[in-house]
């Protein structure tokens, strides 16, 4: 809930952010990059692993 008493800002809702731009998509993949392939090689090595 966004009111008064509890400090939020209906400014800081989600719906109401603007869609990423191609740069900030582009900084946050090679930020998830190394883990993104971390896991997918141990995935890879242990098929039955969550």
Do not use: K, S
């Not at 509890?6 to 719906?15: K, Y």
């Not at 990423?20 to 190394?34: F, V, Y």
């Amino acid at each position: 809930m966004h009111t008064a008493e509890n400090g939020a800002d209906e400014r800081t809702e989600p719906q109401e952010w603007p869609e990423p731009t191609d740069e900030q998509l582009a900084m946050i993949r090679r930020l998830l990059a190394p883990e993104i392939h971390r896991a997918r090689t141990e995935r890879a090595a242990d098929p039955f692993a969550a």
